[in-house]
């Protein structure tokens, strides 16, 4: 009898025990954040979309509100490499917080191409849903230019004109940097304790007008990002 009862004690310890590793695998899961690393922590993050093809980024934490990442990524032209500064500004809850972000990109010259460079600073407020998924919008400013235009060597570029390809007619100037104002709408979700997905929509702008494909935005004027991050 005694040897009964004392089984069904353990089996109900058993139990319970497996309940709580499993609320707190819940909570963990919960509490993962894809936008940087906690503090002292590293994470791996890997990006595709438009108009890049690739993104490997490296970040660090260095702390709970603060991180910065290094990166290389590739677009069908050519290849970059940059960094990734992420920072909290204010958080006035756990379902609500105001944060910067901002890469830095350095395109290498390669053959029938200049370098350039290219940066998107931009300010969002993101929320945190009853399923654990975030959601964020935004603006932000991107900012691209030759390095020849930046060092004040050249101001604009000579290249042929296809619309006029008559005699006298078939070269154009082409501004060597460009300036967009952008508003992006984004969604994350943990899959683990250790990974999440996101995706985010950035139409380029000026001012209040959608851009449009010229100089150096040759097709769709809009960063598209689809990407996971994994806490090391």
């Known amino acids: 009898m005694f040897g009964i009862i004392f089984k069904m004690i353990m089996i109900c310890l058993t139990g319970l025990t497996s309940l709580n590793e499993a609320n707190g695998q819940i909570h963990k899961i919960n509490n ?5 690393p906690a503090k002292g922590k590293s994470m791996l993050e890997l990006y595709s979309g438009i108009p890049y093809v690739a993104i490997g980024q490296y970040s660090y934490g260095f702390s709970s509100r603060f991180s910065v990442g290094v990166f ?8 970059g490499i940059g960094i990734r500064i992420k920072s909290v500004i204010v958080q006035p ?29 931009s ?6 849903l009853k399923n654990e998924a975030r959601v964020w919008t935004g603006v932000g ?4 230019a030759c390095t020849d235009y930046l060092f004040g060597s050249e101001m604009e570029k000579t290249v042929s ?7 006298g007619t078939d070269m154009k100037k082409e501004p060597m940097s460009e300036l967009w104002n952008s508003i992006q709408f984004g969604y994350s979700k943990p899959i683990s304790n250790k990974c999440s997905y996101l995706i985010e929509v950035a139409p380029l702008m000026k001012g ?3 851009a449009t494909p010229h100089g150096l935005v040759h097709d769709l004027p809009a960063i598209v990002t689809l990407g996971f991050s ?3």
Request: net charge positive.
């Open 32 to 36: 993962y954040d894809y936008l940087m």
């Open 72 to 79: 290389c990524g590739r677009t069908p032209a050519v290849v």
């Open 93 to 121: 809850s756990n379902s609500m917080r105001i944060y910067i972000k901002s890469p830095l990109v350095y395109y290498p010259k390669m053959k029938g191409l200049d370098s350039w460079v290219l940066a998107w600073p």
């Open 123 to 128: 300010l969002n407020v993101e929320w945190k």
């Open 141 to 144: 400013v991107v900012g691209a």
């Open 161 to 167: 004109d296809p619309e006029n390809p008559s005699a």
């Open 208 to 210: 209040f007008k959608f």
């Open 230 to 232: 994994y806490s090391l």
